[in-house]
C-alpha cells in the first residue's frame, strides 16, 4: 500500500513553533487514527518513520508531534520546564485531527514509547472518554522505592532548580548503546543528529521524576483499553514497571505482553525480524478494536462505559521465544525503574 507523509508546523498556546507529521494510505481512507507520543530526546520524522509507515500501509492514519525542546520544535533542547506543557500540546494537536470531518467517525488511539507512555496516560487521564485505547511500548509509569532520590536530596535540588534549571547535572549511561540491540541501527541513532543525546538537565529530571510518581499514584484511575510491550532484557525501563500498570489499572480490556531477549528499543534497534513480530502484533491488537462511530454513538459513549465497566475481556498474552518456546508473563519479578536510566544495578537511574 502506497503511503503518503505530510508535515507541519504548528503554534502552541505558548506562542512556539511545533513540528508535526502525519502517514496516511494513499489511495483509502484510514482504517483508524494513532497518535504517536515519542520518548524523552526521541523525535517523529525519522525516528518514528518506521513506526508511522509500518502502521500507514496497515491501512491506519498516524499523526505525531514533537514536544517542545525535541526535534523540529522550538524551545530550548530537551529542557521540560513543565511535564504537563508536553501533555497540553499533544491533547491540543491530536484532537484537532479527530475534528476533522473525514476523520470523526474514526477510533482514535494513542501510541507511546518510553516518556511518551506517560503522556499517552496523562491524556486519558486528561479526557478519559475520548480515546478507545493505547498501545503502550516500554512505557515510564512507574519509579522503583529502590532508585527514587532520598526525599532530602529531591529537597535540595528543589531549592536551586529555578536558579540553574538548563543545568546538565544528571549522570547517566549512554542510553543509545543500553537500548538499541542491533548495532547497525544504534549506529543509525546515533548520527540522527534531532537524537538528544546529552544530560538530561536538571528541571527536566525533576519534571520527569514528579511525573513517573504521579502517574504511578494513578495507575488505578486507568480505564481504557491498552495493550503493552515490554522487551525482558530491557535495562533503561524495567519490564516489572509494565506488570504494575497491568494489575493496578482499571481497565476491563487490557493485555501485556513480554518479548524475550529484547532490549528497549522493541520498534528501532531490534533485528528486522523482530521488529516485524511487534509490528504484527500491534497491528493485530489495533485491527480487533478499530470501528466506525456514528456520532450518537461518542455521545453515549461515557454513559455506556460506566453502565457496562467490565464488558471487554481481559488478556494476557504469552511470549513465543526466538527459538520457538512459549515463555510466560509471570516468569520474572524485579525492581521498578523509571525513564531516565537502567536498572538499579546499573546505576543509571539515581540522580
Excluded at 164 to 193: C, G, L, Q, Y
Aim: aromatic share 8%; proline share 5%; charged share 25%.
Amino acid at each position: 500500500m502506497d503511503v503518503d507523509y505530510h508535515e507541519e508546523f504548528v503554534t502552541s498556546s505558548r506562542g512556539l513553533q511545533l513540528f508535526t507529521c502525519g502517514w496516511k494510505p494513499a489511495s483509502s481512507s484510514p482504517k483508524a487514527l494513532v497518535f504517536l507520543c515519542h520518548g524523552y530526546g526521541a523525535e517523529c520524522s525519522v525516528f518514528m518513520r518506521a513506526c508511522g509507515v509500518k502502521l500507514a500501509t496497515a491501512g491506519y492514519g498516524v499523526f505525531g508531534i514533537d514536544y517542545e525542546g525535541h526535534g523540529k520544535s522550538m524551545g530550548a533542547r530537551c529542557y521540560i520546564q513543565k511535564f504537563d506543557n508536553l501533555v497540553a500540546d499533544c491533547d491540543r494537536f491530536f484532537k484537532s485531527i479527530c475534528d476533522m470531518e473525514e476523520y470523526r467517525s474514526k477510533s482514535r488511539f494513542l501510541y507511546g514509547e518510553s516518556m511518551g507512555g506517560a503522556v499517552a496516560l496523562l491524556l486519558h487521564r486528561k479526557d478519559p472518554t475520548f480515546w478507545d485505547g493505547a498501545v503502550l511500548v516500554a512505557p515510564m509509569c512507574k519509579i522503583s522505592e529502590k532508585v527514587k532520590p532520598h526525599p532530602v536530596v529531591v529537597s535540595l535540588l528543589t531549592q536551586v532548580e529555578e536558579i540553574i534549571p538548563k543545568w546538565k547535572i544528571v549522570p547517566t549511561k549512554d542510553v543509545i548503546d543500553s537500548a538499541f540491540k542491533d548495532p547497525v541501527k544504534r549506529e543509525k541513532i546515533r548520527k540522527n543528529k534531532l537524537m538528544y543525546q546529552d544530560k538530561p538537565r536538571l528541571k527536566t529530571a525533576l519534571e520527569m521524576l514528579r511525573t513517573s510518581m504521579d502517574v504511578e499514584d494513578s495507575l488505578s484511575e486507568v480505564t481504557m483499553p491498552f495493550f503493552i510491550l515490554h522487551g525482558e532484557a530491557d535495562i533503561v525501563t524495567d519490564p516489572e514497571v509494565s506488570r504494575a500498570l497491568y494489575e493496578r489499572a482499571a481497565s476491563a480490556d487490557k493485555t501485556i505482553k513480554l518479548y524475550p531477549g529484547m532490549w528497549h528499543g522493541l520498534t528501532a534497534g531490534e533485528p528486522d525480524e523482530n521488529v516485524e513480530l511487534v509490528f504484527s502484533d500491534i497491528v493485530a491488537w489495533l485491527d480487533e478494536r478499530s470501528r466506525h462511530w456514528k456520532p450518537e454513538e461518542r455521545a453515549r459513549a461515557p454513559q455506556e462505559a460506566e453502565k457496562h465497566p467490565q464488558e471487554a475481556s481481559v488478556k494476557i498474552a504469552p511470549v513465543s521465544s526466538s527459538n520457538g518456546g512459549v515463555e510466560s508473563t509471570d516468569q520474572r519479578r524485579g525492581s521498578f525503574l523509571c525513564g531516565l536510566g537502567g536498572r538499579p544495578n546499573q546505576q543509571q537511574c539515581r540522580m
